[in-house]
C-alpha cells in the first residue's frame, strides 16, 4: 500500500512541491512535499492538486499540472461509468458523495 501511496504522491507532485495539505476545507498553508512521509500525509483529509507557494491561493500556483473532474450531480456508479470512458491518472474518493478524476498533464500549463 505504501508504494502505491508513493506513486501517487510522485505522479501528481515533484518532490520539491509545496503542496496545501489540510484536516479541514478552510486550511491554506502549503508544505514541502518531502517534509512529510506517506504517514503523516494520510494525517490529512484534503490537498490541492496543484504546487503551491507558500498558502492555498489561485495566484499561488506555480504550475498547473493536474485537472480534477467530478461529477456530483449523478449516483457514484454512474460517476465511475463516466470516469472509466476518459483519460485520468488516478480516481479517488470523497468519502461516499463523490468520486474525483485527476488528470495530470505531461507538459505542465
Not at 494525517?43 to 495566484?59: C, G, H, Q, V, W
Not at 483519460?87 to 463523490?98: D, E, F
Request: hydrophobic residues 40%; contains cysteine.
Amino acid at each position: 500500500m505504501k508504494q502505491l501511496e508513493e506513486l501517487f504522491w510522485a505522479t501528481l507532485f515533484k518532490e520539491d512541491d509545496a503542496v496545501c495539505f489540510g484536516k479541514t476545507i478552510f486550511d491554506t498553508k502549503a508544505i514541502k512535499l518531502a517534509e512529510l512521509s506517506v504517514e503523516q500525509r494520510r494525517a490529512y483529509s484534503y490537498f490541492a492538486i496543484n504546487p503551491l507557494t507558500e498558502k492555498r491561493a489561485d495566484a499561488n500556483v506555480t504550475c498547473f499540472r493536474n485537472i480534477l473532474v467530478e461529477f456530483d450531480s449523478i449516483a457514484p456508479e454512474a460517476q465511475l461509468q463516466t470516469i472509466s470512458k476518459m483519460p485520468h491518472t488516478a480516481v479517488t474518493s470523497s468519502g461516499g458523495k463523490s468520486y474525483h478524476a485527476i488528470i495530470s498533464l505531461q507538459e505542465p500549463m
